[in-house]
C-alpha cells in the first residue's frame, strides 16, 4: 500500500500531476521536491509558479493536508514509496546528439541521489519524456550506487500526455493512464502498485498496462503525430493562398471523416511548447542510431515545415508592408505558445519576432500572461538553451527592438501591423474600430490563428492576412 510519494520536480508536469494525485488521493502525503527555492516558496504562496485554469483551486483544497512543497529532496525522497522524476531532459546542445538527442544529466543526477538516500526498496516512475531504453540505464546507475544490497528498485514509465491550458481537466479524466513495467512478477506488482493509486478517479478500462519500452515510445510517437497533423495541414494552408481555397474549410471537410478526427487541424503560425520539437529531435535521433535514415528524415520533415511556416508568415509580413518594416512599429498581440497558458518554450513568437526584428522592425509585444522578462530572456536565448537551468537566459538582450506592454490598445497605437500570435480568446472581443483609428494607414492585422472576424476587420478599414485563407486584393498586388 502507498502512504508516501515523492516527486523530484515542481515544473509543468510534476507540480500540477502531484497536485492531483493529492486531491484525489486525501489518504496518501505527497511531496513536491525542488533545488530551485524560489520555485518551492511560489508554490507554496497565493501566485503559483505556472498558470494554468483550475490549478489554483485543487492546490489550495489539499496544500498542507497531504500535498506539500519542499526543498528538503533526500529526506522526502528516503521516505517515500514511489518516486516520480519529472526533471528536464532538453535537447543536447553540445557532443554527441547535440540538436537531436536528449540530455540526461539531471535524470542521472537524481538517479544517483536516490540511490545514495535509499534504505527501503521504491518504485521509480520516468514523468519526464525520456528515450527508449532509458530505464535501462537509469536501473544500472541505482543498483551500482545503493549501498543497502537489499534495497529494490522498480522502474516504471509513466508518462504524462496533458496539454497545457487544459491540464488539469486532462489530469482529471485522462483518455488513458499508461504504465510500463517490467514482464516479471516484480514488475507487474509494481504497476499494479501504480495503477491503484490511479484507481482512485480513472477507471480501470483507462489504465493501460504495456512494458517499458512501448510506455517510453508511445509518448515519442504521440507528440510525434500530433505534430505531424498539424505540420500537414500548415503545409495545405501555403497551397490554400496559392489557389484561393480557405484551409478552414479543407479542415472541417476532412475532419468529419471518422478515420481522420477533426483534433488538430487547425493551421496556424507553427507549433510551439516544451514537448513537440525536442520529442520529434529525440525520435529522429533514435532512428538514426539504429539505422532507420528513411524514418528519421520523414519525421524531420515535420520540424522542417513548422520552420518553413514561421518563416513564411515573417516573409508575409514583409512582403505586404511595402517589402520593408525597418522602423516600423508591429503590435505582437500574444507571445505564449497557446492560450490559457503562460508557457514561452518553444513559442512560435520567439522566431516571428526575431524575423522581423532582423528586418528592422520594432516589436511592441503584449500578452496577458507573460512578463516582460520572460520575453527578453526568451529573445536573447539560443535555440535549445531554454531548458538548460544553468545556461539559460544569462543574457539578457533586445530591450531596443522591442518593447513589452500591459494593454493590447498600448500595443497597436501608432502600429503600421498587428501580428496575432496567440490565440486568447479577449483578441476576438477588442475595439478594433478604436484600434484601427490609432494605427499607421494602411492597417494590417497579420491572424497567424484565424481567430478573428476576418470580414468585420475588412469593414473598418485593416488589410487582413488570415493564414491559409483567399487573400486580399490589396495582398495579392502586394505578393505578386
Not at 88 to 100: F, I, M, Q, S
Not at 127 to 148: F, G, M, Q, Y
Request: aromatic share 8%.
Amino acid at each position: 500500500m502507498t502512504k508516501k510519494i515523492a516527486c523530484i520536480g515542481a515544473g509543468y508536469v510534476g507540480g500540477p500531476t502531484m497536485a492531483m494525485i493529492a486531491y484525489k488521493c486525501p489518504d496518501i502525503v505527497v511531496v513536491v521536491l525542488d533545488i530551485n527555492e524560489a520555485r518551492i516558496a511560489a508554490w507554496n504562496s497565493d501566485k503559483l509558479p505556472i498558470y494554468e485554469p483550475g490549478l489554483d483551486e485543487v492546490v489550495k483544497a489539499c496544500r498542507g493536508r497531504n500535498l506539500f512543497f519542499s526543498i528538503d529532496v533526500k529526506k522526502h525522497v528516503a521516505e517515500a514509496d514511489i518516486v516520480f522524476v519529472s526533471v528536464n531532459t532538453p535537447t543536447k546542445t553540445r557532443g554527441v546528439g547535440a540538436g537531436k538527442a536528449a540530455d540526461l544529466t539531471y535524470w542521472e543526477g537524481a538517479a544517483r541521489m536516490i540511490a545514495s538516500v535509499s534504505t527501503s526498496s521504491k518504485i521509480i516512475v520516468e514523468k519526464s519524456t525520456v528515450p527508449v531504453k532509458t530505464a535501462e540505464a537509469i536501473e544500472k546507475v541505482l543498483r551500482r550506487n545503493c549501498a543497502d544490497p537489499g534495497v529494490d528498485f522498480q522502474i516504471l514509465s509513466n508518462p504524462e500526455f496533458l496539454a497545457e491550458g487544459t491540464a488539469i481537466a486532462d489530469l482529471t479524466n485522462p483518455d488513458r493512464v499508461l504504465i510500463g513495467g517490467k514482464d516479471n512478477p516484480a514488475g507487474h506488482a509494481a504497476i499494479e502498485q501504480l495503477a491503484a493509486v490511479y484507481a482512485h478517479w480513472v477507471p480501470q478500462e483507462r489504465i493501460l498496462r504495456t512494458n517499458l519500452w512501448s510506455a517510453e515510445l508511445s509518448k515519442l510517437t504521440a507528440n510525434a503525430m500530433l505534430a505531424q497533423r498539424i505540420s500537414s495541414m500548415n503545409s495545405i494552408s501555403a497551397l490554400c493562398e496559392a489557389t484561393g481555397a480557405d484551409v478552414q474549410e479543407v479542415g472541417r471537410s476532412i475532419g468529419t471523416d471518422s478515420r481522420i478526427g477533426s483534433k488538430f487541424l487547425n493551421a496556424s503560425v507553427g507549433f510551439g511548447g516544451s514537448c513537440f520539437q525536442k520529442d520529434i529531435l529525440n525520435l529522429v535521433y533514435i532512428c538514426e542510431t539504429v539505422g532507420l535514415k528513411e524514418v528519421a528524415e520523414y519525421w524531420h520533415s515535420v520540424i522542417t515545415m513548422n520552420d518553413y511556416q514561421k518563416h513564411r508568415f515573417v516573409e508575409r509580413v514583409i512582403s505586404s508592408m511595402f517589402n520593408t518594416i525597418s522602423k516600423k512599429r508591429i503590435a505582437i498581440y500574444g507571445f505564449a505558445f497557446k492560450k490559457d497558458t503562460g508557457d514561452t518554450r518553444e513559442t512560435p513568437a520567439i522566431d516571428v519576432c526575431r524575423g522581423l526584428m532582423a528586418d528592422g522592425a520594432h516589436c511592441v509585444i503584449y500578452d496577458p500572461q507573460v512578463g516582460a522578462d520572460q520575453v527578453h530572456r526568451d529573445l536573447a536565448t539560443p535555440k535549445f538553451e531554454w531548458d538548460h537551468p544553468a545556461r539559460a537566459g544569462s543574457t539578457v538582450i533586445g530591450r531596443d527592438e522591442i518593447s513589452i506592454v500591459s494593454d493590447p490598445y498600448e500595443a497597436a497605437h501608432g502600429a503600421h501591423g498587428i501580428c496575432l500570435l496567440t490565440e486568447w480568446d479577449m483578441f476576438a472581443t477588442l475595439d478594433y474600430q478604436k484600434i484601427f483609428e490609432n494605427m499607421v494607414k494602411p492597417a494590417f492585422i497579420f491572424d497567424g490563428r484565424n481567430t478573428l472576424n476576418h470580414a468585420a476587420l475588412r469593414e473598418i478599414g485593416f488589410i487582413v492576412y488570415a493564414l491559409g485563407k483567399p487573400l486580399d486584393p490589396f495582398l495579392q498586388c502586394a505578393y505578386n
